[in-house]
């Protein structure tokens, strides 16, 4: 039997130690918390292999033999975002406890995760679990900066020999949402693709005493003003097809009848806005039926009195399943006109997973024990995780975003992700912790 009081005491104290590590990245220095997680595993008698890109960005792994079926990972990064500390009630650093929420950067993005997975490792091997399959933990490097220089990417074309993972778990989904009195979970199979461009305007360069009619900053000026209220082409795939079609279930026929309307590419607008949800989740939900385009930088200049010859602009694209950098590109020209020129700077392809398989199939059983009467649909994320940079080098692998957390009415925790006073409930991380050994154990398991 497992005593869950002590493991609340337990995975409660490896998340606390977790964020009292400063990995900011940049400059991530995710090593020292690969050392911290290395000891701890070799206490249990395991053996980590901690692995790093450059001197201080490293990635550990462990794994627990089983029999032949194919190999579950456990996957959480280690890294954070940048916090301004002097808007938070305590100590982004600190692991505070106060009032049964552990307090700091990583909280929820995702350092909880990886003192879940910690704690679900060790119990199997505590548990002397009898697998079916090798359980691999792995905590890496390098997730926050978009490019994953550092961490799977650099494990996948390094060290290949220790990521031999078909299965995988990790962030990007789990917690609950409702929409008028039923509760759903969500499950991420799914996330957008990244198309990251500049939009390069060229004209003639002069003196600013001498306007003409091939000024480079009113040509973009002109072209992205043809983004403003763009709405680009409906692509609905398959994972919001059964994310929408799981809550018109659950709904009254004639609210169900707009939640499949939104699912008609051709209407899909018109049905959104007549949805009775938040204006938050109505972003989101427009945001994963198609491609979206947000100018986010723009440079021009060095002079006042000097006509420049370029003006360039950043625009962070994200794509829908089945989409493709040449398809975007297209459908930006129909708002932006042929003027300007664009160059792609980094792109990797839209993601999904099947939610027709026993892995999933045993998340929703799992949770439909634990919480009756409230489904776990798939979810498409409209950013991306470490599946980015996993699945172009492994297209065969099948990622599920799931770590599960109860928001309490009012708290509405996920907001603070990147956010000021990040925390996370000692009773969520516990309830996670519970339902993923649960998952893992049933899924893993030789019958």
């Not at 959480?76 to 552990?102: C, K, Q």
């Not at 119990?123 to 978009?146: M, N, P, Y």
């Amino acid at each position: 039997m497992i005593d869950w009081e002590a493991v609340r005491a337990e995975v409660t104290g490896y998340l606390q130690g977790l964020i009292r590590i400063d990995t900011t990245n940049p400059p991530g220095n995710e090593t020292l918390a690969a050392r911290y997680l290395e000891e701890i595993l070799q206490k249990e008698g395991l053996q980590p292999t901690l692995v790093e890109s450059e001197p201080g960005r490293g990635n550990v792994l462990a794994r627990l033999a089983g029999g032949g079926e194919k190999t579950l990972m456990l996957l959480g990064h280690t890294d954070v975002v940048a916090v301004e500390s002097e808007h938070w009630t305590h100590p982004p650093f600190s692991g505070a406890l106060i009032d049964d929420y552990v307090w700091g950067r990583g909280a929820l993005d995702m350092k909880n995760m990886v003192a879940a997975n910690l704690m679900v490792f060790l119990l199997l091997k505590r548990q002397e679990v009898s697998l079916a399959r090798d359980i691999v933990f792995a905590a890496t490097a390098d997730e926050e900066a978009g490019k994953g220089n550092h961490g799977p990417g650099w494990i996948l074309d390094h060290r290949p020999e220790l990521w031999d993972a078909p299965l995988i778990i990790t962030e990007g989904g789990g917690s609950d949402f409702s929409v008028g009195d039923q509760r759903f979970y969500t499950c991420q199979t799914g996330q957008k693709g990244l198309c990251r461009l500049r939009v390069i305007a060229r004209g003639t360069p002069g003196h600013g005493s001498m306007p003409h009619g091939n000024n480079a900053i009113l040509k973009l000026s002109k072209a992205l003003a043809g983004l403003e209220g763009a709405v680009l082409p409906a692509h609905i795939c398959g994972s919001v097809r059964k994310f929408v079609e799981g809550i018109a279930e659950q709904r009254p026929e004639a609210e169900a009848a707009t939640w499949r309307q939104v699912l008609d590419e051709a209407h899909c607008d018109e049905a959104l806005a007549a949805l009775p949800i938040d204006e938050e989740w109505r972003r989101e939900l427009g945001a994963v039926l198609r491609n979206t385009a947000s100018v986010t930088m723009l440079q021009s200049g060095s002079k006042i009195n000097v006509i420049p010859g370029e003006a360039t602009a950043w625009v962070d694209g994200r794509l829908a399943p089945g989409q493709t950098q040449e398809s975007f590109v297209a459908e930006l020209r129909a708002f932006i006109g042929e003027e300007v020129e664009i160059a792609i700077d980094q792109y990797t392809p839209p993601l999904e997973a099947d939610a027709d398989t026993e892995l999933f199939r045993v998340i929703q059983t799992v949770m439909g024990e634990r919480e009756p009467g409230v489904p776990v649909l798939p979810y498409l994320m409209p950013a991306g995780t470490d599946a980015k940079h996993i699945m172009p080098r492994r297209p065969e692998t099948q990622i599920y975003g799931f770590m599960p957390y109860r928001q309490k009415p009012g708290e509405e925790e996920m907001k603070l992700i990147h956010g000021h006073d990040e925390r996370t409930a000692v009773e969520e991380l516990l309830f996670a912790t519970r339902v993923l050994y649960e998952v893992v154990s049933r899924f893993a398991s030789v019958d």
